[in-house]
């Protein structure tokens, strides 16, 4: 069975910086694009970064990127976003999820991480 | 990038189809996926590819994509189906789009 497990959020001051990390098990996680999603209740589910299997290719959206980093460690089955100039409109849930083998959508998401952005 | 567009909310008896549209310019050219979202919990896959079942998702729960919308069936609708239901498209690697969402409420 898949598991998706983040850990690392918080309440944090704007301009700061937050790291969050995905661990994965009940299948091989090297195969398999990861990607972080958020979520709050004005914007609803936004998408935010991907990594594939080798972290050859990393994409952002427009608002994080520059921002936040995307990384993995297949060793240890894990994925991470690096987040600094933390901004209010970074508040979220955040999700880590595992892309389909067509990679153009979630199969399994985890449970979520709540980040805070606030003075 | 592209806009999804759902219905904020729609209300079924039980025993009845629910439909919940995702409207978006040319949408039948692109792949749609649906999650349903219960309160609390993170989302999950019920149809991808338009219209695919991932296992485990009963049959009642079905998608057709055509035009400028595509749409998401329950049929025989039930208490435990009430929840939010998005769509998704991926149009590139950076334009992964979800729809604002639909509260499923069950009569």
């Known amino acids: 069975e898949v598991h998706l497990v983040e850990s690392g959020g918080g309440l944090v001051k704007p301009g700061g910086s937050l790291r969050l990390s995905c661990v994965a098990s009940g299948f091989t996680f090297s195969d398999y694009t990861m990607n972080w999603v958020r979520q709050t209740p004005g914007r609803g589910l936004e998408w935010v970064s991907s990594i594939s299997l080798s972290s050859v290719y990393i994409y952002y959206a427009d608002s994080v990127k520059g921002r936040f980093t995307i990384s993995r460690d297949n060793a240890n089955n894990a994925v991470y976003l690096q987040m600094h100039s933390l901004r209010a409109d970074d508040s979220a849930v955040y999700y880590c999820?595992?892309?389909?083998?067509?990679?153009?959508?979630?199969?399994?998401w985890g449970q979520g991480t709540l980040v805070s952005v606030s003075s | 990038s592209d806009v999804l567009t759902q219905p904020p909310s729609v209300s079924v008896a039980p025993g009845q189809t629910a439909g919940i549209t995702c409207a978006g310019n040319?949408?039948?050219?692109?792949?749609v996926h649906w999650y349903q979202q219960k309160a609390g919990q993170a989302p999950v896959l019920v149809v991808y590819d338009d219209s695919d079942r991932p296992s485990g998702i009963p049959e009642r729960f079905s998608g057709s994509n055509s035009g400028n919308t595509a749409t998401l069936l329950i049929n025989r609708v039930e208490a435990g189906d009430e929840a939010d239901y998005y769509c998704?498209?991926?149009?590139?690697?950076?334009?992964?789009?979800f729809g604002g969402g639909t509260k499923l409420t069950v009569l």
């Open positions: 040319n949408i039948g050219s692109s792949s």
């Open positions: 999820a595992k892309a389909a083998p067509s990679t153009d959508h979630f199969d399994y």
């Open positions: 998704q498209v991926w149009y590139t690697a950076t334009d992964v789009v």
